[in-house]
Each structure stands twice: as structure tokens, then as C-alpha cells.
T-cell receptor
């Protein structure tokens, strides 16, 4: 049951290239989040969005751009990929304050060569 | 920076035993959540406990919260091989309800 889906599942790119990771949710959740997961660091918040056209930085936003023109989509763009951005990226969503349980996608494993 | 830190980093037990994982945090929280992550998958929510609650149960899971010690524990009773996964605590603090995750505890349950 696809409530929140990420694509692609795996991506290999080269340094300097632009790459966009997609996230789509079918629950009409207000909040959407992008985390990256690295060994030794756990999950770190990159960007989040409280509603369409409202986005804000998380802990590690440098080198990333997000947009949210529609409630259901929250793409993450690496403008000029670097090796340090090799990671597993997770998108998540929730209904907002009062219902903070996060629903996660299956992740995108990104390798920057 | 991580707000919550799980302990131990790794835990190996036999099926049928209980597994206890701890989470310590630094600043006052609004709520604390526990998540499970199976290898190669996204995180799955287990339990949310609010700052005014002390204990919650869900099936074989028991979560406690001690705000005076700034710590929480997750107990899995009668563990099964299928409980093998990484477990993360996530806290929301101050005026924010956005979860900040720890580094996780890796649990292996041997059949």
C-alpha cells in the first residue's frame, strides 16, 4: 500500500551533476521532510515543509534545494552533487502538530562518484 | 546535532529474551518517539510518548519516560528473530514538533 513513495530507489551519479530525488504522498499530509542517513550519524534533517509553498531548513541544508508546489510532492534537488552527499535519503510525512507520527518512504540510495 | 542518544549501540540476544534499549536526551521535550528500521527499509513508527506521560504499552513493547533524568527506555518482551532491526528514538523539543533522531541501537535476535 503506497502511502508515501520515493523514486528512484537507487541512483548513481557523478560529481557536479544535478540530481533530483522524488517524493510523493497520498494522505494529504501537511508536513513533509527529507532526512539523510549515514553510518555514525543516524538520520539528519535536510529540509522540511509545513504546507505547499512553505519550506524551511533543517540541520544539514547546504547543497540541497527543495520545492513544494503541490501538497503531495516534495522533490529534493542536489544542484551540484559532491561525494559527501553519498547517502541514503528518506522522505517522510505527517499530519502536523498534534499528530507527530512520521510515515517514511523506502528511501533512495544515492552514490556520487 | 543529535538530541537523543541510544544505548547500547548494539545488542545481541536469544529468541525469547527481553531486549531493553535506552535513549537519553539533553533538553526538555514535547514528545519522544521510537521507530524501527529493518535492513534496507524505511523507518516504521512504534510508539509516541508525551512529556506528561510516564509509560505506554503496545503489544510486546513497553516504553517508559523519565523527564527528571531526561531518558526513555524501550522494552521488547519475549523477543523474536523478526524483531532484528535498528531502533531509533526521536525527540521534539521547544516550540518545534519536528523529530530529531538519535544514531540508533542495532538489535540482533538469534533464533
Amino acid at each position: 500500500d503506497a502511502g508515501i513513495t520515493q523514486s528512484p530507489r537507487y541512483k548513481i551519479t557523478e560529481t557536479g551533476r544535478q540530481v533530483t530525488l522524488m517524493c510523493h504522498q497520498t494522505w494529504s499530509h501537511s508536513y513533509m521532510f527529507w532526512y539523510r542517513q549515514d553510518l555514525g550519524h543516524g538520520l539528519r534533517l535536510i529540509y522540511y515543509s509545513a504546507a505547499a509553498d512553505i519550506t524551511d531548513k533543517g540541520e544539514v541544508p547546504d547543497g540541497y534545494v527543495v520545492s513544494r508546489s503541490k501538497t503531495e510532492n516534495f522533490p529534493l534537488t542536489l544542484e551540484s552533487a559532491t561525494r559527501s552527499q553519498t547517502s541514503v535519503y528518506f522522505c517522510a510525512s505527517n499530519a502536523g502538530t498534534g499528530d507527530e507520527k512520521l510515515f517514511f518512504g523506502s528511501g533512495t540510495q544515492l552514490s556520487v562518484l | 546535532s543529535q538530541q537523543g542518544e541510544e544505548d547500547p549501540q548494539a545488542l545481541s540476544i536469544q529468541e525469547g529474551e527481553n531486549a531493553t534499549m535506552n535513549c537519553s536526551y539533553k533538553t526538555s521535550i514535547n514528545n519522544l518517539q521510537w521507530y524501527r528500521q529493518n535492513s534496507g527499509r524505511g523507518l516504521v513508527h512504534l510508539i509516541l510518548i508525551r512529556s506528561n506521560e510516564r509509560e505506554k504499552h503496545s503489544g510486546r513493547l513497553r516504553v517508559t519516560l523519565d523527564t527528571s533524568k531526561k531518558s526513555s527506555s524501550l522494552l521488547i518482551t519475549a523477543s523474536r528473530a523478526a524483531d532484528t532491526a535498528s531502533y531509533f528514538c526521536a525527540t521534539a523539543s521547544g516550540g518545534s514538533y519536528i523529530p530529531t533522531f538519535g544514531r540508533g541501537t542495532s538489535l540482533i535476535v538469534h533464533p
